[in-house]
């Protein structure tokens, strides 16, 4: 399979930016991956995401999502010393459930845990009510945007969270998975989300019970 190069094929103003998200990854993994590896990461990760409707902020999305994919890769081939536990939360469209539900890790685990959040056919942008409800518990998700999984993220996992994504979910054998049927906020307003921002919230409070990680924030109805 080709992959599209984005320092060529990106627009000619953006073309700098991805400079620089090449240059500071090639910095940050030197001596872990070829720069051929990282490279084919990037292309892969632009093809992905190229489509985002937020086209101005694609260079960051971009080096986030292949920084996410890199630190995955390296645990998968045991070139990181990061012991921390690794959840993945996978939909279908990673524009609610999955996000709310890192959201609700990110902020409750702070820097204890490596969360990851997915989908199988990720939508442009995330939920703006997912994003509402989330804010008025002081958890900010608006700057996040939907990817898809890879392979890598799901092998590189301690705990897989699946929600609503069915048979298009990946399967490895060995990795522990929680399938949650938890509703879906997709066409809900705000009110109708707010059930379920609490619900992930609970869910995720007992997984990070289950790994022994305490929490570092509360939050407030």
């Given at each position: 399979m080709?992959f599209?190069d984005?320092?060529?094929?990106?627009?000619?103003e953006m073309?700098p930016l991805?400079k620089?998200?090449?240059?500071?990854?090639?910095?940050d993994?030197s001596?872990?991956?070829?720069?051929?590896?990282i490279?084919?990461?990037?292309a892969?990760?632009?093809d992905?995401?190229s489509?985002a409707?937020v086209?101005?902020?694609?260079?960051?999305?971009l080096?986030?999502?292949?920084?996410q994919?890199l630190?995955?890769?390296?645990r998968?081939e045991g070139?990181?010393?990061?012991?921390?536990?690794?959840?993945v939360f996978?939909c279908?469209?990673?524009a609610?459930?999955s996000?709310?539900?890192a959201?609700?890790?990110q902020?409750l685990a702070g820097?204890?845990v490596?969360v990851?959040s997915?989908?199988?056919?990720p939508?442009s942008?995330?939920?703006?009510?997912?994003?509402?409800?989330?804010?008025?518990?002081g958890i900010d998700?608006?700057?996040?945007?939907?990817?898809p999984?890879t392979?890598?993220v799901?092998?590189a996992?301690?705990?897989?969270?699946?929600m609503?994504?069915?048979d298009s979910?990946?399967?490895?054998p060995?990795?522990?998975y929680?399938?949650?049927?938890?509703?879906?906020p997709?066409?809900?307003?705000?009110a109708?989300?707010?059930p379920i921002r609490?619900?992930?919230g609970?869910?995720?409070?007992?997984?990070?019970?289950?790994l022994g990680i305490?929490s570092?924030?509360?939050?407030?109805?």
């Amino acid at each position: 399979m080709t992959f599209t190069d984005p320092l060529t094929s990106a627009p000619l103003e953006m073309r700098p930016l991805i400079k620089g998200v090449t240059d500071r990854l090639q910095a940050d993994f030197s001596g872990i991956f070829a720069s051929e590896t990282i490279q084919r990461y990037m292309a892969e990760s632009w093809d992905s995401l190229s489509g985002a409707k937020v086209a101005s902020f694609i260079p960051l999305f971009l080096e986030r999502f292949t920084r996410q994919r890199l630190r995955a890769l390296a645990r998968v081939e045991g070139k990181s010393s990061d012991t921390r536990p690794y959840v993945v939360f996978l939909c279908v469209h990673n524009a609610g459930r999955s996000q709310m539900a890192a959201g609700w890790m990110q902020h409750l685990a702070g820097d204890q845990v490596e969360v990851f959040s997915g989908g199988s056919d990720p939508a442009s942008v995330v939920n703006a009510a997912a994003v509402e409800a989330m804010a008025e518990i002081g958890i900010d998700i608006s700057s996040e945007f939907p990817k898809p999984w890879t392979d890598e993220v799901v092998r590189a996992a301690d705990v897989i969270v699946t929600m609503g994504c069915g048979d298009s979910c990946p399967i490895f054998p060995g990795k522990r998975y929680l399938d949650w049927e938890v509703g879906d906020p997709a066409g809900l307003p705000v009110a109708g989300v707010r059930p379920i921002r609490d619900d992930l919230g609970e869910r995720v409070q007992a997984v990070m019970h289950e790994l022994g990680i305490p929490s570092r924030a509360s939050t407030t109805n």
